[in-house]
C-alpha cells in the first residue's frame, strides 16, 4: 500500500507525542471545540489540505478538525520549521503528512502537491503558498470545482490573497483568520514577542541586557517583540517606514530612526515588517562587528542574504542555527536561522496558550465556510465577531475568570443617543 506520508524519521514519534501531549493539555479553547464537534461531526465528509508549520500545536489543530469528521493531508509552510518528531507522531497515528526540517524548495512544492492531489474541499494556509500553487500550477484541480473556501493565518498570507483578489484572480472565498482580534492581537503580539526572544536566546543565549536592540517594524508583531525585548533590560530602537506607526513607537517610549542610523549602533536587528530588503548592502557595511541578524517575518526576504555574501569573504556554521559571516572589511556577522522565521525555526513557535486561540479561529472558519457552502464569493473575508467574542469567552473561562454583564438599562443606554449632558 502507498505510503500515506514523508517525514524525515520515524523512530522520532515517542518524543513527538509526549510534546502534543504537552499543547493538547495547554490549548482549552481546542479542547472544548473538540468534545463539541465530535459529537456533532460538521466536517463530515469534507477533505482538508493544511498548509501550515508542522509543530506540536499545529498537531491538536489537526486532531480537532479530524474529531469533527474531516479528512485531512498536511504539509509544513517552511523549510526549515517542522518538528520532526511531531511529524513522526503524526505519520504513526494515521495523519497524511508531510514535511521535515530542511527540505529544498522542490521537496517543499512535492509536499503541497501530495495535499492538493486529494482534490480538496478547503484549504487552510499560512503564507498562501498553498493557495498561490493551486491557483498557478494546479489549476486543474480548482477546474474541479470541489473546493468550497479556505482560511488564512497570517499577516503576510492575507496580503498576499487581498493582491490576488483585486487582480480578479482568487477563485474562492478565504477567511482571514489573521484578522480576528483572537488572532492578532495574542498571537501576533504576545506569541511573536515571546518566541522571537526565545529563539534567539535558545540558538544564541546572548545577554539581551543592556544591548541596543533594533527592531525593524513596529506592526503587531514588532511591538510584541520590542515590548519583550525591553522587559528583558534591552535599549530597543524602532524602524519603520509608515509614519503613524512610527508616532505610536515614538509615543510608547522607543527611539526611532532610520536603519542607516540604526545600524552603526545595533547590536541585534530583528526584522518583522512582511516586506523584502528591510537590512540590505548598505545597512550591512555600516554595522558593528559583532551585530546579530535575524528575521520573524514570514519569508527570508527581509535580511537580504544575497548582500550578505556578497560583502563576505568566508561563511561558516558555528552553532546550530547559527552562521557567522566574515566581512571583506574584516568585521564579522551573526546570521540566525538562515534568515528565517528564528521563533520556529531556532525556537518552537509561539507557545501553546496562543495558538490556542489562533487554531479555535481556524476551525470556527472552517466549520462557517462549511455551513455556507456556495453563499460566498471569491474574496477575502473578515471573521465574524460572533466568533471572536465566543473564543474569548471560551477561553476566559477556562481561565476561571469571570466578567461582568451589562445590565437591561446599561444595554439600552449603549445602544441609544438622546442621553447626554
Ligand atoms: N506560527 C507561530 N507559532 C506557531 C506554532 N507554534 N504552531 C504553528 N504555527 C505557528
Request: proline share 2%; glycine share 8%; charged share 30%.
Given at each position: 500500500?502507498?505510503?500515506?506520508?514523508?517525514?524525515?524519521?520515524?523512530?522520532?514519534?515517542?518524543?513527538?507525542?509526549?510534546?502534543?501531549?504537552?499543547?493538547?493539555?495547554?490549548?482549552?479553547?481546542?479542547?472544548?471545540?473538540?468534545?463539541?464537534?465530535?459529537?456533532?461531526?460538521?466536517?463530515?465528509?469534507?477533505?482538508?489540505?493544511?498548509?501550515?508549520?508542522?509543530?506540536?500545536?499545529?498537531?491538536?489543530?489537526?486532531?480537532?478538525?479530524?474529531a469533527a469528521g474531516a479528512e485531512t493531508y498536511w504539509s509544513g509552510c517552511n523549510p526549515l520549521s517542522t518538528q520532526d518528531d511531531v511529524a513522526a507522531a503524526l505519520a504513526e497515528e494515521g495523519i497524511s503528512i508531510y514535511g521535515w526540517r530542511g527540505l529544498s524548495i522542490k521537496e517543499y512544492y512535492w509536499c503541497i502537491d501530495q495535499t492538493i492531489n486529494v482534490t480538496p474541499n478547503i484549504t487552510i494556509d499560512d503564507g498562501a503558498d498553498l493557495v498561490t500553487r493551486l491557483h498557478t500550477y494546479r489549476k486543474e484541480i480548482l477546474d474541479k470545482e470541489e473546493v468550497i473556501g479556505g482560511t488564512e493565518e497570517t499577516t503576510t498570507g492575507v496580503?498576499?490573497?487581498?493582491?490576488?483578489?483585486?487582480?480578479?484572480?482568487?477563485?474562492?472565498?478565504?477567511?482571514?483568520?489573521?484578522?480576528?482580534?483572537?488572532?492578532?492581537?495574542?498571537?501576533?503580539?504576545?506569541?511573536?514577542?515571546?518566541?522571537?526572544?526565545?529563539?534567539?536566546?535558545?540558538?544564541?543565549?546572548?545577554?539581551?541586557?543592556?544591548?541596543?536592540?533594533?527592531?525593524?517594524?513596529?506592526?503587531?508583531?514588532?511591538?510584541?517583540?520590542?515590548?519583550?525585548?525591553?522587559?528583558?533590560?534591552?535599549?530597543v530602537i524602532i524602524t519603520e517606514v509608515n509614519p503613524i506607526r512610527?508616532?505610536?513607537?515614538?509615543?510608547?517610549?522607543?527611539?526611532?530612526?532610520?536603519?542607516?542610523?540604526?545600524?552603526?549602533?545595533?547590536?541585534i536587528f530583528i526584522t518583522a515588517t512582511g516586506c523584502k530588503d528591510v537590512v540590505r548592502e548598505e545597512h550591512v557595511k555600516r554595522m558593528k562587528n559583532g551585530a546579530i541578524l535575524c528575521n520573524s517575518g514570514h519569508f527570508n526576504v527581509e535580511i537580504n542574504i544575497e548582500d550578505l555574501k556578497k560583502l563576505s569573504k568566508k561563511r561558516e556554521k558555528i552553532r546550530k542555527d547559527v552562521?557567522?559571516?566574515?566581512?571583506?572589511?574584516?568585521?564579522?556577522?551573526?546570521?540566525?536561522?538562515?534568515?528565517?522565521?528564528?521563533?520556529?525555526?531556532?525556537?518552537?513557535?509561539?507557545?501553546?496558550?496562543?495558538?490556542?486561540?489562533s487554531f479555535a479561529n481556524?476551525?470556527?472558519?472552517?466549520?462557517?465556510?462549511?455551513?455556507?457552502?456556495?453563499?460566498?464569493?471569491?474574496?477575502?473575508?473578515?471573521?465574524?465577531?460572533?466568533?471572536?467574542?465566543?473564543?474569548?469567552?471560551?477561553?476566559?473561562?477556562?481561565?476561571?475568570i469571570k466578567i461582568d454583564k451589562l445590565t437591561k438599562e446599561q444595554k439600552k443606554y449603549l445602544e441609544e443617543w438622546k442621553e447626554g449632558t
Amino acid at each position: 500500500m502507498e505510503k500515506k506520508y514523508r517525514v524525515k524519521d520515524l523512530s522520532l514519534a515517542e518524543e513527538g507525542k509526549k510534546k502534543i501531549e504537552w499543547a493538547r493539555e495547554h490549548m482549552p479553547v481546542l479542547k472544548f471545540l473538540k468534545e463539541k464537534y465530535s459529537k456533532t461531526k460538521p466536517l463530515e465528509g469534507i477533505k482538508i489540505a493544511g498548509c501550515m508549520h508542522i509543530t506540536k500545536e499545529t498537531a491538536v489543530l489537526i486532531e480537532t478538525l479530524k474529531a469533527a469528521g474531516a479528512e485531512t493531508y498536511w504539509s509544513g509552510c517552511n523549510p526549515l520549521s517542522t518538528q520532526d518528531d511531531v511529524a513522526a507522531a503524526l505519520a504513526e497515528e494515521g495523519i497524511s503528512i508531510y514535511g521535515w526540517r530542511g527540505l529544498s524548495i522542490k521537496e517543499y512544492y512535492w509536499c503541497i502537491d501530495q495535499t492538493i492531489n486529494v482534490t480538496p474541499n478547503i484549504t487552510i494556509d499560512d503564507g498562501a503558498d498553498l493557495v498561490t500553487r493551486l491557483h498557478t500550477y494546479r489549476k486543474e484541480i480548482l477546474d474541479k470545482e470541489e473546493v468550497i473556501g479556505g482560511t488564512e493565518e497570517t499577516t503576510t498570507g492575507v496580503q498576499r490573497l487581498i493582491a490576488m483578489a483585486k487582480e480578479g484572480k482568487l477563485r474562492y472565498p478565504i477567511i482571514a483568520v489573521n484578522n480576528a482580534e483572537t488572532k492578532w492581537n495574542f498571537d501576533n503580539v504576545y506569541g511573536t514577542g515571546q518566541s522571537t526572544i526565545d529563539g534567539i536566546l535558545r540558538s544564541t543565549n546572548v545577554l539581551l541586557a543592556g544591548k541596543n536592540v533594533v527592531v525593524a517594524g513596529y506592526g503587531h508583531c514588532g511591538r510584541g517583540i520590542a515590548m519583550r525585548a525591553r522587559g528583558m533590560g534591552a535599549h530597543v530602537i524602532i524602524t519603520e517606514v509608515n509614519p503613524i506607526r512610527a508616532l505610536k513607537a515614538v509615543l510608547d517610549g522607543y527611539k526611532v530612526m532610520s536603519m542607516n542610523q540604526a545600524a552603526r549602533i545595533g547590536d541585534i536587528f530583528i526584522t518583522a515588517t512582511g516586506c523584502k530588503d528591510v537590512v540590505r548592502e548598505e545597512h550591512v557595511k555600516r554595522m558593528k562587528n559583532g551585530a546579530i541578524l535575524c528575521n520573524s517575518g514570514h519569508f527570508n526576504v527581509e535580511i537580504n542574504i544575497e548582500d550578505l555574501k556578497k560583502l563576505s569573504k568566508k561563511r561558516e556554521k558555528i552553532r546550530k542555527d547559527v552562521e557567522r559571516y566574515e566581512l571583506k572589511n574584516n568585521k564579522k556577522i551573526y546570521l540566525l536561522a538562515e534568515g528565517r522565521l528564528v521563533n520556529l525555526v531556532a525556537g518552537e513557535g509561539h507557545p501553546s496558550e496562543v495558538m490556542d486561540m489562533s487554531f479555535a479561529n481556524q476551525v470556527l472558519s472552517v466549520i462557517y465556510l462549511v455551513k455556507n457552502k456556495g453563499k460566498m464569493e471569491p474574496k477575502v473575508y473578515s471573521v465574524p465577531i460572533e466568533q471572536d467574542m465566543e473564543i474569548a469567552s471560551i477561553k476566559l473561562k477556562s481561565m476561571g475568570i469571570k466578567i461582568d454583564k451589562l445590565t437591561k438599562e446599561q444595554k439600552k443606554y449603549l445602544e441609544e443617543w438622546k442621553e447626554g449632558t
